[in-house]
T-cell receptor, first 116, second 113 residues
Framework: EAGVVQSPRYKIIEKKQPVAFWCNPI?????LYWYLQNLGQGPELLIR????????DSQLPKDRFSAERLKGVDSTLKIQPAELGDSAVYLC??????????????FGEGSRLTVL | AQSVAQPEDQVNVAEGNPLTVKCTYS??????LFWYVQYPNRGLQFLLK??????LVKGSYGFEAEFNKSQTSFHLKKPSALVSDSALYFC???????????FGAGTTVTVRA
């Protein structure tokens, strides 16, 4: 079974430039998450999708970040314009939707962003 | 609000010795608890979870964790550590009716040969 696929793995841009990250979740997983991981810290949730609906985007900085999951499968996370403080690893994860919320998350390998 | 504390930034053990990585949590109601491992430049890999039932749960690669409700802890253990266990370990908690998973800051484990 293929895991969660993310691209690009690494991206270096100058500040004020736009950047986009792509995620393909595990087949059949309705729930998709984008997490932000700063160096030396645990992942922090940015946004969660149930199918194509963003059900929790309270932690997404909406002035510069946007995300979409148009057909309920692949997802894209965009930053425009990027700032120096956005340098981090952006993790995508997916899970089966379970009634009790007990399903574990499966993570991709992440997209490491460096803003110069 | 829910939270996780991993009191040790680093744990160093010799190969063959027991390994313990500590985790305490705070959550409203019954917790769902998870351990993940992250190798350099890789994503997080699921190790094990506690949902309900037996307080001792077994997971991948010989790891196990013990849920202690009175101490609100969920420590990760391995009886005999391997050099290949060297990695970054994250504890995470989720409330019963909430999909949000909150992670600790992580503990770096180094197993020396």
């Amino acid at each position: 079974e293929a895991g969660v696929v993310q691209s690009p793995r690494y991206k270096i841009i100058e500040k004020k430039q736009p950047v986009a990250f792509w995620c393909n979740p595990i087949s059949g997983h309705n729930t998709l998450y984008w997490y932000l991981q700063n160096l030396g810290q645990g992942p922090e949730l940015l946004i969660r999708y149930e199918n194509e609906e963003a059900v929790d985007d309270s932690q997404l900085p909406k002035d510069r970040f946007s995300a979409e999951r148009l057909k309920g499968v692949d997802s894209t996370l965009k930053i425009q314009p990027a700032e120096l403080g956005d340098s981090a690893v952006y993790l995508c994860a997916s899970s089966l939707r379970t009634g009790q919320g007990a399903g574990e998350l499966f993570f991709g390998e992440g997209s490491r962003l460096t803003v110069l | 609000a829910q939270s996780v504390a991993q009191p040790e930034d680093q744990v160093n053990v010799a190969e063959g010795n027991p390994l313990t990585v500590k985790c305490t949590y705070s959550v409203s109601g019954n917790p769902y608890l998870f351990w993940y491992v992250q190798y350099p430049n890789r994503g997080l890999q699921f190790l094990l979870k506690y949902i309900t039932g037996d307080n001792l749960v077994k997971g991948s690669y010989g790891f196990e964790a013990e849920f202690n409700k009175s101490q609100t802890s969920f420590h990760l253990k391995k009886p005999s550590a391997l050099v290949s266990d060297s990695a970054l370990y994250f504890c995470a908690v989720r409330a019963l009716n909430d999909y949000k998973l909150s992670f600790g800051a992580g503990t770096t484990v180094t197993v020396r040969a």
